[in-house]
């Protein structure tokens, strides 16, 4: 394996880059035929949807999607009224198919490394 190691350059580069990078994604919804416009997850909130996770997996997937669609906007009471949820989040398990939540929520994390089993290796072991 060729490698390089990463500079100082490199990632002051990558900083203006990242903020380049598209931060939005439209994504179909086949039982619906129409798309949703989410934000891609940052660091805060796929933490909050892992430890919302903790006691229930399902339950962190609502969260992530209810926090990352921005349109139609899944946040407004009048829609949690619609469909008579106390928990907003809620909400998502009301519209959506099991499969869809979990489509949906894999396209949200595809980006962020987190189940990226080959995202780092160890190129050699070092002494000292």
């Known amino acids: 394996m060729n490698t ?3 500079t ?3 990632l002051i ?15 179909y ?8 416009k989410a934000k891609k997850p940052d660091t805060e909130l796929m933490l ?9 997996a399902h339950d962190g997937d609502l969260y992530l999607i209810y926090n990352s669609i921005v349109d139609p906007n899944f946040k407004d009471t009048k829609l949690h009224k619609a469909y008579n949820v106390t928990i907003p989040y809620k909400v998502i398990d009301k519209i959506f ?5 979990a489509s949906i929520s894999k396209i949200l994390t595809q980006d962020t490394g987190l189940y990226d ?4 290796t160890i190129v050699d072991n070092l002494k000292n």
Request: proline share 0%; charged share 40%; glycine share 4%.
């Open 117 to 120: 089993s080959d995202g780092a």
């Open 97 to 101: 198919t099991l499969g869809e939540i």
């Open 8 to 10: 100082l350059d490199e």
């Open 48 to 56: 909050d949807a892992l430890d919302t996770a903790k006691d229930n």
């Open 4 to 6: 390089k190691r990463l």
């Open 13 to 27: 580069n990558m900083a203006t880059e990242n903020d380049k990078r598209d931060k939005y994604i439209e994504i």
């Open 29 to 36: 919804i086949k039982s619906l035929d129409s798309t949703i």
